[in-house]
């Protein structure tokens, strides 16, 4: 567990920067609210941005990674956030195993798998947080089903409000498993136990269904709010293929792909092993199966549920994986014996240190390349409007991909909003509607700048003379990152590069001629 630990803090601080697809975008909303509450610089935003009010979940990242802005630098800022959600994965995974099974093995090693993913790659900080916080919702329902008492009750309160407030998703998972464990613990109730059965299970039902009525009224109010959920489903049974494979195990290059598998194959085949164990000993319930039931149940979800609904790509299967394996690995926990455990977690544990080596390689790339293409902040002036145009978001070192299977570099320039009051024109969040910061409508690049796949594309389109004519800001300065000059070859881009040829000159480049900044001529 502390060499664990001690890679997973050596992954996040090692690196100058711990850039993820998203995460710059987090941070950089961060700092904007960050400083607009404290009045700074509010003039200047308000111009551009309206704060959201509305009780939508997505919240609670955007707050914590605003509170060490007090005092560090957004990239620090960042690592901070980020050690807390390790953290909270570590400890809440080791004391829900502790509850469940009372003894220690080299098992809970797995846990490590489960801090750093996909989805934690692609800069999904709600996501990843809201999956931290599962395991504290889980284990606080389990002490409240335990020792109903005031003090339980609001710590599974606590818990389940800041999953609501982080990510929706993990909240949904959240409830399912507590009510599939309201099921596991009323049937294997003993007889001769005071209160019947169906008298437990209703009390629980309800306590559970008293708990959670706000946060589900205020869900139905965000679904329907959002257009509906208007699912379609339809098998895809080649996720389960994926799931052996631990796909989204994967953060960025291709070199994680057979430690990932090798995880996915030994959970798989442990929990397979165990229900076959469980079958010939002929086990028919034990008080703990609730988190098998709700297994079965995101099981369906993920086979079923399509990637798309609620008008958005959701990319379900990437975050239901993420569960099954999560809930597979309790379900092993404690059922199987300890030294087939202590086998498992040992293989997994090698699996973890193997991929940290590979991370941390191409982390250290990535890192030297944002500082590459954020070194254009010291040239650009504060209050000042800015345009990314990228033409490599999985990046480039020595015309070699960073990162093949990730686009990390998608949002990397963010960091510079965080070091002066600036407007980065590709701020996505900004631009979902169901984050605490929105664009104004005038000055929404994504309504009045962007032109048939948008400036976020490769390549990018974009027609500037739009954005001015109808937002009344121009934009002073464009920076490319990994310009490749086959882009003149897609007619759409031409228009914006005739654009920048005429409004704009180049005024810095950085040493690897990966980075160019352009100013808008006077």
Same mark, same amino acid.
Not at 420 to 431: F, G, H, M, T, V
């Given at each position: $567990?502390?060499?664990?630990?001690?890679?997973?803090?050596?992954?996040?601080?090692?690196?100058?920067?711990?850039?993820?697809?998203? &995460?710059?975008?987090?941070?950089?909303?961060?700092?904007?609210?960050? +400083?607009?509450?404290?009045?700074? %610089?509010?003039?200047?935003?308000?111009?551009?941005? +309206?704060? %959201?009010?509305?009780?939508?979940?997505?919240?609670?990242?955007?707050?914590?990674?605003?509170?060490?802005?007090?005092?560090?630098?957004?990239?620090?800022?960042?690592? $901070? =956030?980020?050690?807390?959600?390790?953290?909270?994965?570590?400890?809440? *995974?080791?004391?829900?195993?502790?509850?469940?099974?009372?003894?220690?093995?080299?098992?809970?090693?797995?846990?490590?798998? =489960?801090?750093?993913?996909?989805?934690?790659?692609? &800069?999904?900080?709600?996501?990843?947080?809201?999956?931290?916080?599962?395991?504290?919702?889980?284990?606080?329902?389990?002490?409240?089903?335990?020792?109903?008492?005031?003090?339980?009750?609001?710590?599974?309160? #606590?818990?389940?409000?800041?999953?609501? *407030?982080?990510?929706?998703?993990?909240?949904?998972?959240?409830?399912?498993?507590?009510?599939?464990?309201?099921?596991?613990?009323?049937?294997?109730?003993?007889?001769?136990?005071?209160?019947?059965?169906?008298?437990? @299970?209703?009390?629980?039902?309800?306590?559970?269904?008293?708990?959670?009525?706000?946060?589900?009224?205020? $869900?139905?109010?965000?679904?329907?709010?959002?257009?509906?959920?208007?699912?379609?489903?339809?098998?895809?049974?080649?996720?389960?293929?994926?799931?052996?494979?631990?796909?989204?195990?994967?953060?960025?290059?291709?070199?994680?792909?057979?430690?990932?598998?090798?995880?996915?194959?030994?959970?798989?085949?442990?929990?397979?092993?165990?229900?076959?164990?469980?079958?010939?000993?002929?086990?028919?319930?034990?008080?703990?199966?609730?988190?098998?039931?709700?297994?079965?149940?995101?099981?369906?979800?993920?086979?079923? @549920?399509?990637?798309?609904? $609620?008008?958005?790509?959701?990319?379900?299967?990437?975050?239901?994986? #993420? =569960? #099954?394996?999560?809930?597979?690995?309790?379900?092993?926990?404690?059922?199987?014996?300890?030294?087939?455990?202590?086998?498992?977690?040992?293989?997994?544990?090698?699996?973890?240190?193997?991929?940290?080596?590979?991370?941390?390689?191409?982390?250290?790339?990535?890192?030297?390349?944002?500082?590459?293409?954020?070194?254009?902040?010291?040239?650009?002036?504060?209050?000042?409007?800015?345009?990314?145009?990228?033409?490599?978001?999985?990046?480039? +070192?020595?015309?070699?991909?960073?990162?093949?299977? %990730?686009?990390?570099?998608?949002?990397?320039?963010?960091?510079?909003?965080?070091?002066?009051?600036?407007?980065?024109?590709?701020?996505?969040?900004?631009?979902? &509607?169901?984050?605490?910061?929105?664009?104004?409508?005038?000055?929404?690049?994504?309504?009045?700048?962007?032109?048939?796949?948008?400036?976020?594309?490769?390549?990018?389109?974009?027609?500037?003379?739009?954005?001015?004519?109808?937002?009344?800001?121009?934009?002073?300065?464009?920076?490319?990152?990994?310009?490749?000059?086959?882009?003149?070859?897609?007619?759409?881009?031409?228009?914006?590069?005739?654009?920048?040829?005429?409004?704009?000159?180049?005024?810095?480049?950085?040493?690897?001629?990966?980075?160019?900044?352009?100013?808008?001529?006077?």
């Amino acid at each position: $567990m502390i060499a664990g630990v001690a890679m997973c803090l050596a992954q996040i601080w090692w690196p100058e920067y711990y850039l993820t697809g998203d &995460g710059p975008c987090h941070l950089y909303n961060a700092r904007v609210l960050h +400083d607009m509450w404290n009045g700074v %610089n509010t003039q200047f935003y308000s111009r551009f941005y +309206d704060i %959201n009010y509305n009780p939508n979940p997505n919240w609670l990242s955007n707050v914590l990674l605003g509170i060490p802005l007090y005092f560090a630098s957004g990239p620090v800022a960042e690592k $901070m =956030f980020l050690t807390l959600y390790a953290g909270l994965v570590t400890g809440g *995974f080791y004391l829900l195993l502790k509850k469940i099974s009372g003894s220690s093995s080299y098992w809970i090693t797995i846990v490590f798998l =489960f801090v750093f993913h996909h989805t934690l790659a692609k &800069g999904f900080y709600n996501f990843s947080l809201s999956t931290a916080l599962w395991f504290w919702m889980i284990w606080s329902w389990m002490r409240f089903v335990d020792k109903r008492n005031t003090i339980n009750t609001l710590i599974f309160f #606590l818990f389940t409000a800041l999953s609501f *407030f982080t990510q929706l998703l993990p909240f949904v998972f959240g409830v399912i498993t507590c009510a599939a464990l309201i099921c596991s613990y009323t049937l294997s109730r003993e007889r001769d136990e005071k209160l019947s059965a169906l008298n437990y @299970f209703i009390q629980n039902a309800i306590l559970l269904g008293i708990l959670t009525a706000p946060f589900l009224a205020l $869900m139905l109010w965000f679904t329907n709010h959002e257009g509906g959920t208007h699912i379609t489903l339809h098998h895809h049974y080649y996720r389960l293929i994926e799931l052996v494979q631990f796909k989204y195990a994967i953060n960025a290059v291709k070199d994680e792909s057979f430690a990932a598998a090798l995880c996915g194959m030994t959970i798989v085949a442990l929990l397979i092993a165990s229900i076959a164990m469980r079958v010939k000993a002929k086990v028919i319930v034990n008080k703990y199966d609730g988190f098998f039931y709700s297994l079965l149940i995101i099981m369906a979800i993920y086979l079923f @549920f399509p990637e798309n609904f $609620m008008q958005r790509d959701i990319l379900i299967s990437m975050r239901a994986q #993420l =569960f #099954l394996l999560i809930l597979a690995g309790i379900c092993i926990s404690y059922t199987l014996p300890q030294p087939i455990k202590n086998a498992g977690g040992l293989i997994l544990f090698i699996c973890f240190t193997f991929l940290t080596v590979v991370r941390m390689n191409y982390m250290n790339k990535a890192a030297v390349a944002t500082s590459d293409y954020n070194s254009v902040a010291a040239y650009i002036r504060p209050y000042s409007v800015v345009l990314p145009l990228d033409f490599a978001p999985e990046g480039k +070192d020595h015309d070699h991909p960073i990162a093949s299977r %990730n686009y990390l570099f998608t949002h990397a320039l963010q960091y510079a909003g965080t070091q002066k009051p600036l407007i980065i024109l590709d701020n996505y969040e900004a631009n979902a &509607g169901y984050f605490p910061l929105l664009w104004r409508y005038t000055a929404n690049p994504y309504a009045h700048l962007s032109t048939n796949n948008g400036f976020e594309a490769t390549p990018p389109s974009a027609d500037i003379d739009n954005y001015a004519k109808v937002s009344g800001h121009t934009i002073d300065y464009i920076v490319t990152w990994c310009y490749d000059t086959l882009a003149l070859h897609d007619e759409h881009y031409r228009l914006l590069h005739a654009q920048v040829k005429q409004q704009y000159h180049q005024i810095y480049t950085s040493k690897s001629h990966r980075t160019a900044l352009y100013e808008r001529n006077k």
